[in-house]
């Protein structure tokens, strides 16, 4: 029997503090409704999501179609951070909205230039508050390209701290970082959330996980549902222990994956992508489900491969 029978809100995951903002710890990720090419269906979701008590919307100001990160190729431009806009303006008082800077999209040139500087930095983050239609943004997540060895974050970081001495941001948070980076960045500025790529075939980050957390610093990971497959989509390969918890809870394996990584912490935050209003009820719908102790260890248990039959 389905473990999440009642119509599920975002509520249902519990909730996290960023900073002073109180959210729901499922929430949603915007970069996916660029792809969509009805315009009003993006918004829909968009709404959609709210009314269904998401109160945690990732974005940026890069997240762009065609193009950028998507490369859909065709329709209409449009910009996430506008369709946000669009969607939610007035905002609800309680909507959190996280953006990240450093990388940009020239849809002209079809160029994915890094902001570096404080004053390539400085104009992100107005063009964040210009799309957005906003005086102040509540979160803002300096995403960098993560590199070998030594990548000083501390003079990109102390320039957004700057700006959030001048009140244009609320609270700041790092993606695709390293312990070493959250290390440097503390003493300039509180780190409210760290934003990685995480996914319970994607396990790397294990580390820096416990880590937030016993820092206080929520971890919001990026591709809980697309994993290995990133951009280009939802994961199809789920092993059978995926499988089998799955169908105990009568839900998708897609939901488990995203059970799976609100279990892995209290400071774990979701943000789901998704166009499709029937992934997105099942996404919130996945907040509420909860896996018990031994269907975690068998998730967390090495997929053993069946030994190559002789021909
Ligand atoms: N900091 C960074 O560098 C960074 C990088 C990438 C993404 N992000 C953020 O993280 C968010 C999440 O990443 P993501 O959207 O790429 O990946 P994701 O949430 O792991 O997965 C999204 C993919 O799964 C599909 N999907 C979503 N819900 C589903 C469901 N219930 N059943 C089956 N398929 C489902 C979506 O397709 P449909 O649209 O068809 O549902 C899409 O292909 C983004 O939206 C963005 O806000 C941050």
Redesign the pocket.
Known sequence: MPTTSHASTAGDAGTWTLGDRTVHRMG??????T??PDRDLAIAVLRRAVDLGVNH????AF?FSPGG?LKVGSGPTRW?TELIREALWPYPDDLVIAT?VG?SYDPVAGSTPQATSPAALRAQVEENLRRLGRDHLDVV?L?ILKRPGHDSVAERFGALADLRDAGLIRHLGL??VRVDHLDEAEPIAPVVCV???Y?LDNRTDDGLLRTCGERGVAF????????A???????ARHDEAVRAVARAHGV????V??AWTLHQGAHVL???????P??????IA?GALRLTPEELARLDAPVVEEPAQPA
Request: aromatic share 6%; net charge neutral; charged share 20%.
């Open positions: 949603f990720g915007s970069m996916r409704i792809a969509n919307i990732d974005t940026a997240y990160t996430a990240k990388p997540n995403r993606s695709n934003q990685n790529s996914a919001v990971p990026y591709f809980a549902i697309a994993g497959r990133r951009e280009a989509g939802a994961e998708t394996p897609h939901q994956r995203l979701a943000i789901p992508g998704t166009g499709d029937d992934h997105l009820v099942e996404n996945a």
